[in-house]
């Protein structure tokens, strides 16, 4: 588990590809790794890696093809910022909110401009991610842990401040840039909570009005 607290911005120092998946090295920068062993948890533009090599200015994770289909890391270039932070531990404060490292899809940045000293985006989102976005609700971007300021059917907007612009690689961002989203564990828990014993079945349906005013979530109109 996670945070969504960047702790440091890394460096892609190489990217090698093995029969069909990659293997990632990352330079890690102001991270401190000395707490970290093979096989613990960082998470890099908010998708879960493990560490299998730690060569001392940073380390190593392979890379799944199925990560590579369902995230951006398969875009990444030598070079490249990413946004970097250790897994939890129970000692840790959550400053953002609880973030499991699973990326549920691939958002568009499709509007940025400056609001004073902050800078605002709009993205776009999977249409099947909507209903998990909501206003003043929390969501995760490229591991970021924001609070989501306005939503617009699949669009979603986001204020961002001058100290989150310089800790994290967000800008860096600009129109047509993909990011990883990771929608907030508590409304997907509650929308299986709500299907019940049709959780079971194949092919359970999505919540929708009729299930939410049958168990009291809502009225009728």
Not at 4 to 14: K, L, S, T
Not at 144 to 158: D, H, I
Not at 200 to 213: E, G, I, K, Q
């Amino acid at each position: 588990m996670f945070t969504g607290i960047i702790e440091a911005v890394g460096q892609v120092a190489e990217l090698q590809s093995r029969g069909g998946d990659v293997r990632l090295r990352i330079r890690t920068g102001k991270l401190d790794l000395g707490d970290v062993a093979l096989g613990d948890s960082i998470a890099v533009n908010g998708v879960c890696l493990t560490a299998v090599e730690l060569p001392g200015d940073g380390f190593v994770a392979d890379v799944s093809r199925e990560t590579l289909s369902l995230t951006s890391l398969g875009q990444l270039k030598s070079g490249g910022r990413v946004n970097l932070e250790k897994a939890l531990t129970l000692s840790s404060r959550l400053g953002g909110h609880l973030v499991s490292g699973h990326v549920d899809g691939l958002g568009s940045v499709v509007e940025r401009h400056d609001d004073a000293r902050s800078v605002r985006f709009a993205i776009a989102a999977p249409e099947e991610l909507a209903r998990y976005i909501a206003h003043k609700g929390s969501i995760t971007v490229d591991g970021t842990s924001l609070t989501v300021n306005a939503v617009y059917g699949n669009r979603f907007e986001l204020n961002i401040v001058p100290h989150t612009l310089q800790e994290t690689i967000m800008n860096d961002y600009a129109p047509g840039c993909r990011v990883n989203l990771e929608v907030d564990l508590l409304a997907r828990y509650l929308e299986r909570l709500l299907l019940g014993d049709k959780a079971a079945r194949p092919n359970a349906s999505a919540v929708d009005l009729a299930m939410l005013l049958r168990t009291g979530f809502a009225k009728e109109p």
